[in-house]
């Protein structure tokens, strides 16, 4: 969960566009909500859509999360926000007055991060054990507000990192698996729709083990060619490398790519994100990374670029992807913009 006073971010796309949101809780508590539009995609122009401050009051000290869709915002029947207070998991929508909650079991974890579904529930992954959790919450605009908690698919043990993103248009969502065993990383994706759920997986050449702090990528296109990108270390000598596991349902394979990162010094990098454009079905990713002085850096062909200086070690990763542009929410509240670099 991010800072109460920092956006919570979120990409809508539904495989032709992306919508861009962010969400903060303002100095008297109100939850609100910015959209921005890419106005021009070829320079990089985004511009401020719609401001809404809505009728919800957050808790004091809480922070904000905003799930991820498949589709575009005038498309859904809701729109949500959740929280989390100890065991509790809330999550309230934007047109109902009641807040829902689950009770995390002890151990559930869950996974990054909650979808909406075209149907306007919120559905929140976790893992309990090796058992997959699908959380649902219902805002009961036709009926009466409920949450349930349903198992999903199960396995020996649970993931050491996962990731979900919804699948574009879709009902259907992608979770992205990966774990260590020994000394090599294995990738796994399930694609669930319903309950019915397809599994593939693939594992990684080479000795490398995850990055300590680092955010996972997933892409998933309207043809759910879905790929995981990663950053990991050398076993052997500690130098960085992005992993990239592109994997095909309908040959039943995965391919990795992998992309050496020697001009960096090995644990010269204080934490991780992998993000990926929002293409129609090629997967496009690149890192960022805050250096060992705190600057957030660019890392590409051999070069680190700087992005913006002093964000710190306990930096978010507020980034935000079109199909061919990347930009950072910076600011606070109603001064929030979103930054091309």
Do not use: Y
């Given at each position: 969960m991010q800072a109460p006073t920092a956006a919570s971010t979120a990409v809508f796309y539904d495989g032709?566009?992306?919508?861009?949101?962010?969400?903060?809780?303002?100095?008297?508590?109100?939850?609100?909500?910015?959209?921005?539009?890419?106005?021009?995609?070829?320079?990089?122009?985004v511009e401020l859509f719609r401001g809404v401050e809505w009728d919800k009051r957050a808790p004091g000290g809480m922070g904000l999360?905003?799930?991820?869709?498949?589709?575009?915002?005038?498309?859904?029947?809701?729109?949500?926000w959740m929280w989390r207070e100890g065991s509790l998991l809330f999550g309230q929508a934007v047109h109902s007055p009641l807040v829902l909650a689950v009770v995390l079991e002890g151990g559930e974890r869950l996974v990054e991060r909650p979808v909406i579904a075209p149907n306007g529930e919120l559905h929140a992954y976790a893992w309990r054990g090796g058992r997959l959790i699908r959380h649902r919450y219902v805002a009961g605009r036709d009926g009466q507000p409920s949450v349930s908690a349903e198992n999903v698919w199960e396995t020996a043990t649970a993931p050491l990192r996962s990731v979900c993103a919804p699948v574009p248009g879709g009902d259907g969502v992608l979770i992205g698996m990966v774990d260590e065993t020994g000394d090599v990383l294995t990738a796994r994706v399930l694609l669930v729709r319903g309950t019915n759920v397809t599994e593939l997986e693939g594992v990684t050449e080479g000795r490398y083990r995850l990055m300590g702090r680092h955010r996972m990528g997933v892409h998933v296109g309207v043809k759910r060619r879905p790929a995981l990108g990663l950053m990991a270390e050398s076993r052997d000598d500690g130098a960085y490398a992005l992993l990239e596991a592109q994997f095909d349902f309908a040959k039943g394979e995965c391919v990795w790519r992998r992309t050496r990162m020697e001009f960096l010094a090995a644990g010269s990098l204080q934490s991780a994100g992998v993000f990926f454009h929002k293409s129609q079905n090629t997967p496009e990713a690149f890192v960022l990374a805050v250096d060992g002085v705190g600057d957030l850096v660019w890392l590409r062909k051999r070069i680190v670029e700087l992005v913006r200086a002093g964000v710190g070690g306990d930096y978010g990763y507020p980034i935000l992807t079109t199909m061919q542009n990347r930009y950072e929410a910076v600011g606070v509240g109603r001064e929030t913009v979103l930054r091309r670099f």
């Open positions: 032709r566009s992306a919508e861009m949101i962010c969400a903060f809780v303002d100095g008297n508590g109100a939850l609100c909500t910015l959209e921005f539009h890419e106005t021009r995609a070829d320079t990089g122009e999360l905003i799930p991820q869709a498949g589709e575009m915002l005038a498309k859904l029947d809701e729109f949500w």
